[in-house]
């Protein structure tokens, strides 16, 4: 029942700066109270909270990070920090605070608390939109995985559709140096990809569109990526997109899929509690690894093989379903 209230205290250090600050340096309540225009008493319950669950530790009277407190730095590069922030924010929990409606109507948490659907929602808050795309991106280093599992090599073409800061795109074009990338994405991921992606941009081995692929995707890829994107979609929509695809690649083609499979029985629970948070965010859900395949089969795909990723996420490789 507190898991909440804990999550809120993290976030919070990370928005006072205080973790930031401990970041330079151990320090004493006062000190860090003081630097930072904090009401000492009330920061040391704060810190002490922080250190029972790991984030913080005192020594000699002075607070410093621990390894997964000095990861909840601003800019540090696992981007746990912003990813903390947007799992804090006003965007996730109003739309939360919805999760009955949703469960009673059908409908949308998100879109009871906003009144329109998360990325139309996104193109109109870039703020939200730059916590989003970081917070997805710190939440995706599974992807560079990816490469370590999948052979790309002898592929020519890769499309990354809704490819967010373009952190996989980056790890496959690393990996197989023939290979040129597309991107899809909306506007308001863009810029972050621009920057990711930027030196195979300039090196001319990436084009970054700005398109809504549900209008369609680039054609005559060999690899289609499709990495935490199916989830977002009711059947209707995902079955639209893996058609696209199934469509427009080229002979041998695959389509690989990044997601979290929901397993049959109640664990691993990450699945599960990612489930919910897309019945509050979008028409999606995370989905068994039958409900992949018939997903897949309606588009004229089928499951070719489903390899193992960290942090609990598979990837399926679909190729067309054989002529009999
Ligand atoms: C959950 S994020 C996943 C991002 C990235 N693939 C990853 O795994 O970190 C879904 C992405 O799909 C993009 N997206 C949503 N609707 C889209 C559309 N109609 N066309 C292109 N991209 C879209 C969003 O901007 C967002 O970056």
């Given at each position: 029942m507190t898991g909440a209230w804990v999550s809120r205290a993290v976030?919070?250090?990370?928005?006072?700066?205080?973790l930031d600050r401990l970041g330079e340096g151990p320090a004493d309540t006062g000190s860090l109270a003081e630097g930072l225009?904090?009401?000492p008493d009330r920061l040391d319950r704060l810190l002490r909270l922080l250190a029972a669950v790991g984030v913080v530790r005192e020594r000699d009277g002075r607070h410093e990070p621990t390894?997964?407190?000095?990861?909840?730095?601003?800019?540090?590069?696992?981007?746990?920090?912003?990813?903390?922030?947007l799992y804090d924010s006003d965007m996730f929990g109003d739309s939360w605070e919805h999760l009955a409606d949703a469960v009673r109507t059908g409908r949308t948490a998100?879109?009871?608390?906003?009144?329109?659907?998360?990325?139309?929602?996104?193109?109109?808050?870039?703020?939200?939109?730059?916590l989003y795309t970081a917070g997805m991106a710190a939440g995706g280093r599974?992807?560079?995985?990816?490469?370590?599992?999948?052979?790309f090599g002898g592929v020519r073409t890769v499309v990354d559709l809704g490819g967010g800061?373009?952190?996989?795109?980056?790890?496959?074009?690393?990996?197989?140096?023939?290979a040129h990338g597309v991107l899809v994405e909306r506007p308001a991921a863009l810029a972050a990809a621009r920057e990711r992606l930027g030196a195979f941009a300039d090196a001319g081995r990436c084009d970054l569109v700005e398109a809504d692929f549900r209008e369609g995707v680039p054609e005559g890829a060999d690899v289609y990526l499709l990495s935490r994107v199916l989830h977002n979609w009711s059947d209707e929509d995902a079955r639209g997109l893996l058609r696209h695809c199934r469509r427009s690649m080229a002979p041998g083609g695959r389509v690989l899929v990044a997601e979290r499979i929901l397993p049959d029985e109640g664990r691993p629970w990450l699945s599960l509690v990612l489930d919910v948070h897309m019945m509050v965010m979008t028409p999606g859900a995370e989905r068994t690894e039958r409900g992949y395949e018939e997903l897949l089969r309606s588009a004229g795909l089928t499951t070719r093989e489903i390899l193992d990723l960290p942090l609990e996420m598979r990837l399926l490789v679909a190729g067309p379903v054989p002529q009999p």
């Open positions: 976030a919070t250090a990370v928005e006072l700066g205080v225009g904090l009401h390894r997964v407190g000095s990861h909840l730095r601003r800019g540090h590069p696992s981007g746990m920090a912003e990813l903390a922030l998100f879109g009871e608390a906003h009144g329109t659907d998360v990325f139309s929602y996104l193109e109109r808050h870039p703020r939200d939109a730059e599974f992807s560079t995985h990816i490469p370590d599992v999948y052979d800061a373009g952190e996989l795109l980056a790890a496959v074009l690393a990996a197989a140096p023939g």
